[in-house]
Protein backbone atom coordinates (compact mmCIF):
# COMPACT_ATOMS: atom_id res chain seq x y z
CA UNK A 1 0.00 0.00 0.00
CA UNK A 2 1.13 3.37 -0.65
CA UNK A 3 1.95 5.46 2.55
CA UNK A 4 3.68 8.84 2.74
CA UNK A 5 6.44 7.14 3.83
CA UNK A 6 7.14 5.01 1.00
CA UNK A 7 6.15 6.26 -2.30
CA UNK A 8 7.51 7.26 -5.97
CA UNK A 9 6.86 9.01 -8.76
CA UNK A 10 8.09 9.41 -12.37
CA UNK A 11 7.51 10.09 -16.06
CA UNK A 12 8.71 8.41 -19.32
CA UNK A 13 9.61 10.68 -22.23
CA UNK A 14 10.33 8.38 -25.28
CA UNK A 15 11.69 10.42 -28.44
CA UNK A 16 12.62 9.05 -31.03
CA UNK A 17 13.34 9.25 -35.18
CA UNK A 18 13.96 7.12 -38.10
CA UNK A 19 16.75 5.39 -36.25
CA UNK A 20 17.57 6.61 -32.97
CA UNK A 21 15.54 6.58 -29.50
CA UNK A 22 16.55 8.58 -26.73
CA UNK A 23 14.37 8.73 -23.11
CA UNK A 24 14.08 10.63 -19.99
CA UNK A 25 12.53 9.10 -16.97
CA UNK A 26 12.32 11.99 -14.64
CA UNK A 27 11.06 11.38 -10.80
CA UNK A 28 11.06 11.48 -7.36
CA UNK A 29 11.35 9.19 -4.71
CA UNK A 30 10.56 9.56 -0.82
CA UNK A 31 14.11 8.51 0.49
CA UNK A 32 15.61 9.54 -2.72
CA UNK A 33 15.05 12.79 -3.91
CA UNK A 34 14.30 13.89 -7.47
CA UNK A 35 16.55 12.13 -10.39
CA UNK A 36 16.59 11.69 -14.10
CA UNK A 37 17.50 9.01 -15.66
CA UNK A 38 18.52 8.98 -19.93
CA UNK A 39 18.74 6.02 -21.50
CA UNK A 40 19.95 5.35 -25.32
CA UNK A 41 20.42 2.21 -27.32
CA UNK A 42 24.05 2.04 -25.95
CA UNK A 43 24.09 3.38 -22.71
CA UNK A 44 21.88 4.69 -19.55
CA UNK A 45 22.45 7.54 -16.93
CA UNK A 46 21.52 8.04 -13.52
CA UNK A 47 21.50 11.63 -12.17
CA UNK A 48 20.48 12.98 -8.41
CA UNK A 49 18.40 15.81 -9.05
CA UNK A 50 16.92 17.64 -12.10
CA UNK A 51 19.64 20.36 -12.59
CA UNK A 52 18.86 23.02 -15.27
CA UNK A 53 16.12 20.81 -16.74
CA UNK A 54 12.21 21.42 -18.02
CA UNK A 55 9.69 18.88 -18.33
CA UNK A 56 6.18 19.95 -19.62
CA UNK A 57 3.54 19.01 -21.99
CA UNK A 58 4.66 21.28 -24.58
CA UNK A 59 8.34 19.65 -24.38
CA UNK A 60 11.65 19.10 -22.87
CA UNK A 61 15.14 21.05 -21.95
CA UNK A 62 17.69 19.23 -20.91
CA UNK A 63 20.95 20.39 -19.47
CA UNK A 64 22.62 17.99 -17.11
CA UNK A 65 26.10 16.23 -17.10
CA UNK A 66 27.59 15.59 -20.76
CA UNK A 67 23.96 16.52 -22.17
CA UNK A 68 22.13 19.31 -23.83
CA UNK A 69 18.98 19.66 -26.07
CA UNK A 70 15.63 21.09 -26.32
CA UNK A 71 12.87 19.39 -27.89
CA UNK A 72 9.39 20.39 -28.83
CA UNK A 73 5.81 18.79 -29.00
CA UNK A 74 3.28 19.09 -31.42
CA UNK A 75 -0.51 18.57 -30.33
CA UNK A 76 -0.33 15.09 -28.05
CA UNK A 77 -3.00 12.50 -28.00
CA UNK A 78 -4.28 11.68 -24.40
CA UNK A 79 -6.67 8.36 -23.91
CA UNK A 80 -10.25 8.86 -23.62
CA UNK A 81 -10.00 7.54 -20.61
CA UNK A 82 -7.88 6.38 -18.06
CA UNK A 83 -6.03 3.70 -18.91
CA UNK A 84 -6.35 2.06 -14.94
CA UNK A 85 -10.05 1.60 -16.02
CA UNK A 86 -12.31 1.06 -12.82
CA UNK A 87 -8.83 -0.14 -10.64
CA UNK A 88 -8.81 3.87 -10.64
CA UNK A 89 -10.77 4.20 -8.03
CA UNK A 90 -8.52 1.80 -5.57
CA UNK A 91 -5.05 3.57 -6.38
CA UNK A 92 -4.49 3.63 -2.74
CA UNK A 93 -4.47 -0.07 -2.50
CA UNK A 94 -1.99 -0.71 -5.58
CA UNK A 95 1.81 -1.12 -5.58
CA UNK A 96 1.67 0.82 -8.57
CA UNK A 97 -1.06 2.99 -10.79
CA UNK A 98 -0.09 3.37 -14.41
CA UNK A 99 -1.03 6.54 -16.43
CA UNK A 100 -0.15 7.43 -20.34
CA UNK A 101 -0.30 11.50 -21.08
CA UNK A 102 0.24 11.05 -24.70
CA UNK A 103 0.33 7.79 -26.87
CA UNK A 104 1.94 10.05 -30.13
CA UNK A 105 3.16 13.33 -31.07
CA UNK A 106 5.26 15.20 -33.26
CA UNK A 107 8.56 15.97 -32.15
CA UNK A 108 11.04 18.87 -33.53
CA UNK A 109 14.48 19.64 -31.79
CA UNK A 110 17.76 17.80 -30.73
CA UNK A 111 19.60 16.77 -28.21
CA UNK A 112 23.01 16.12 -28.07
CA UNK A 113 24.57 13.75 -25.68
CA UNK A 114 28.36 12.93 -25.04
CA UNK A 115 29.11 15.16 -27.74
CA UNK A 116 26.70 13.12 -30.20
CA UNK A 117 23.70 15.04 -31.72
CA UNK A 118 19.95 13.47 -32.36
CA UNK A 119 18.31 15.21 -35.01
CA UNK A 120 14.14 14.82 -33.30
CA UNK A 121 12.67 17.13 -36.34
CA UNK A 122 9.84 14.99 -37.90
CA UNK A 123 10.00 12.45 -35.13
CA UNK A 124 7.73 10.74 -32.61
CA UNK A 125 7.46 11.02 -29.33
CA UNK A 126 5.35 9.28 -26.30
CA UNK A 127 4.98 9.92 -22.54
CA UNK A 128 3.48 7.94 -19.84
CA UNK A 129 3.83 8.17 -15.66
CA UNK A 130 3.68 5.82 -12.80
CA UNK A 131 3.32 6.35 -9.26
CA UNK A 132 2.81 4.43 -6.15
CA UNK A 133 5.67 2.76 -4.10
CA UNK A 134 7.06 -0.32 -5.79
CA UNK A 135 6.95 -2.29 -9.52
CA UNK A 136 5.49 -5.05 -10.02
CA UNK A 137 7.54 -8.01 -9.16
CA UNK A 138 7.37 -9.29 -12.78
CA UNK A 139 6.08 -7.71 -15.70
CA UNK A 140 6.16 -7.29 -19.43
CA UNK A 141 6.03 -3.73 -21.23
CA UNK A 142 6.14 -3.09 -24.44
CA UNK A 143 5.48 0.31 -26.37
CA UNK A 144 6.60 0.77 -30.31
CA UNK A 145 5.68 4.33 -32.51
CA UNK A 146 5.44 2.87 -35.97
CA UNK A 147 5.32 5.10 -39.31
CA UNK A 148 1.60 4.95 -40.72
CA UNK A 149 0.05 6.79 -37.42
CA UNK A 150 0.38 3.70 -35.68
CA UNK A 151 1.16 3.24 -31.76
CA UNK A 152 1.00 0.68 -28.84
CA UNK A 153 1.98 0.69 -25.16
CA UNK A 154 1.44 -3.00 -23.81
CA UNK A 155 2.14 -4.40 -20.10
CA UNK A 156 1.03 -7.39 -18.29
CA UNK A 157 2.16 -7.46 -14.87
CA UNK A 158 1.97 -9.85 -11.33
CA UNK A 159 -0.76 -7.51 -9.49
CA UNK A 160 -0.98 -7.88 -5.74
CA UNK A 161 -4.35 -6.32 -4.53
CA UNK A 162 -6.12 -7.01 -1.14
CA UNK A 163 -4.43 -9.74 0.00
CA UNK A 164 -4.19 -12.22 -3.37
CA UNK A 165 -2.36 -11.87 -7.00
CA UNK A 166 -3.66 -11.63 -10.58
CA UNK A 167 -2.09 -11.50 -13.96
CA UNK A 168 -3.08 -7.92 -15.09
CA UNK A 169 -2.95 -6.63 -18.27
CA UNK A 170 -3.36 -2.87 -20.13
CA UNK A 171 -3.13 -2.13 -23.57
CA UNK A 172 -4.03 0.53 -25.75
CA UNK A 173 -3.47 0.27 -29.50
CA UNK A 174 -3.51 3.48 -31.48
CA UNK A 175 -4.28 3.06 -35.57
CA UNK A 176 -5.35 6.20 -37.64
CA UNK A 177 -6.80 8.27 -35.02
CA UNK A 178 -9.00 5.31 -33.63
CA UNK A 179 -8.18 3.80 -29.67
CA UNK A 180 -8.68 0.41 -29.28
CA UNK A 181 -8.45 -0.55 -25.56
CA UNK A 182 -7.50 -4.22 -24.49
CA UNK A 183 -7.29 -4.67 -20.54
CA UNK A 184 -8.19 -6.96 -17.86
CA UNK A 185 -11.46 -4.40 -16.63
CA UNK A 186 -12.29 -5.09 -20.32
CA UNK A 187 -12.21 -8.42 -20.52
CA UNK A 188 -8.95 -9.57 -22.40
CA UNK A 189 -7.15 -12.90 -21.92
CA UNK A 190 -3.42 -13.29 -22.13
CA UNK A 191 -2.93 -16.23 -24.24
CA UNK A 192 0.37 -15.99 -24.51
CA UNK A 193 3.23 -13.82 -23.03
CA UNK A 194 6.94 -14.04 -22.78
CA UNK A 195 9.70 -12.40 -23.53
CA UNK A 196 9.70 -12.87 -27.29
CA UNK A 197 5.76 -13.28 -27.82
CA UNK A 198 2.38 -11.49 -26.19
CA UNK A 199 -1.25 -12.96 -27.59
CA UNK A 200 -4.35 -10.93 -26.16
CA UNK A 201 -7.76 -11.81 -27.11
CA UNK A 202 -10.53 -9.79 -26.41
CA UNK A 203 -14.10 -10.17 -27.94
CA UNK A 204 -13.71 -10.20 -31.36
CA UNK A 205 -10.07 -8.41 -31.24
CA UNK A 206 -7.05 -10.49 -31.21
CA UNK A 207 -3.48 -8.96 -31.06
CA UNK A 208 0.23 -10.67 -31.64
CA UNK A 209 3.24 -9.11 -30.93
CA UNK A 210 6.63 -10.06 -31.79
CA UNK A 211 9.94 -8.93 -29.80
CA UNK A 212 13.07 -9.43 -30.65
CA UNK A 213 15.64 -7.17 -27.58
CA UNK A 214 18.71 -7.87 -26.33
CA UNK A 215 19.64 -7.58 -22.85
CA UNK A 216 19.03 -3.45 -22.82
CA UNK A 217 20.61 -1.00 -20.24
CA UNK A 218 20.37 -0.81 -16.98
CA UNK A 219 18.13 0.99 -14.75
CA UNK A 220 17.16 2.29 -11.42
CA UNK A 221 13.54 1.52 -10.25
CA UNK A 222 11.48 1.82 -6.99
CA UNK A 223 11.24 -0.91 -4.39
CA UNK A 224 9.31 0.39 -1.26
CA UNK A 225 10.32 3.98 -2.38
CA UNK A 226 13.79 3.43 -2.88
CA UNK A 227 14.98 3.63 -6.35
CA UNK A 228 16.88 0.24 -5.24
CA UNK A 229 15.43 -2.22 -7.82
CA UNK A 230 18.08 -3.19 -10.75
CA UNK A 231 16.13 -3.77 -14.00
CA UNK A 232 16.84 -3.46 -17.73
CA UNK A 233 15.18 -1.60 -20.71
CA UNK A 234 15.93 -2.12 -24.22
CA UNK A 235 15.09 1.00 -25.88
CA UNK A 236 15.55 0.40 -29.67
CA UNK A 237 14.16 -3.27 -30.49
CA UNK A 238 12.44 -4.58 -33.44
CA UNK A 239 8.52 -5.65 -32.98
CA UNK A 240 6.07 -6.73 -35.16
CA UNK A 241 2.51 -6.23 -34.65
CA UNK A 242 -0.09 -7.70 -35.99
CA UNK A 243 -4.38 -6.62 -34.97
CA UNK A 244 -7.19 -8.55 -35.83
CA UNK A 245 -10.97 -7.44 -35.57
CA UNK A 246 -13.22 -10.62 -36.25
CA UNK A 247 -10.35 -12.57 -37.90
CA UNK A 248 -9.69 -9.53 -40.27
CA UNK A 249 -6.46 -8.00 -40.88
CA UNK A 250 -6.52 -4.42 -39.43
CA UNK A 251 -3.02 -4.03 -39.65
CA UNK A 252 0.16 -5.41 -39.53
CA UNK A 253 3.47 -3.18 -38.78
CA UNK A 254 6.73 -3.49 -38.05
CA UNK A 255 9.40 -1.30 -36.32
CA UNK A 256 12.93 -1.21 -35.29
CA UNK A 257 12.38 1.26 -32.31
CA UNK A 258 10.31 -0.77 -30.11
CA UNK A 259 11.28 -0.80 -25.82
CA UNK A 260 11.14 -3.41 -24.03
CA UNK A 261 11.21 -4.59 -20.69
CA UNK A 262 10.73 -8.38 -19.13
CA UNK A 263 11.24 -8.51 -15.27
CA UNK A 264 10.16 -11.95 -14.56
Same mark, same amino acid.
Given at each position: ?5 ? +? ?36 ? +? ?22 ? @????? @? ?5 ? +? ?10 ? $? ?24 ? =? ?8 ? @? =? ?7 ? /? ?31 ? %? ?6 ? /????? /? ?11 ? %? ?41 ? $??? /? ?20
Amino acid at each position: MLTKMS +YFKGYYFKHQNHNQTISFIVGKSSCCGEFIQVITAHKA +YYFKGLGDCFFTDKGVIIDIGNIR @GKIRY @GKLTPLK +YDIMGVFKFFEP $LMECSHSIISMRHKLSGWVSIDGEII =DLNGGIGYIE @G =DCGCSFPKS /YLWMQCNFKKNCSVSLSVADIPFMGFNFRGCIC %VVYYKGKE /YRLAT /YCGVKVLLCNPRQ %VILQQGEYLLIADISADEGQRLAAPQNGKMSRAIRECIACPVR $LRF /YKAEKLVFDESSAMGSFEWVG
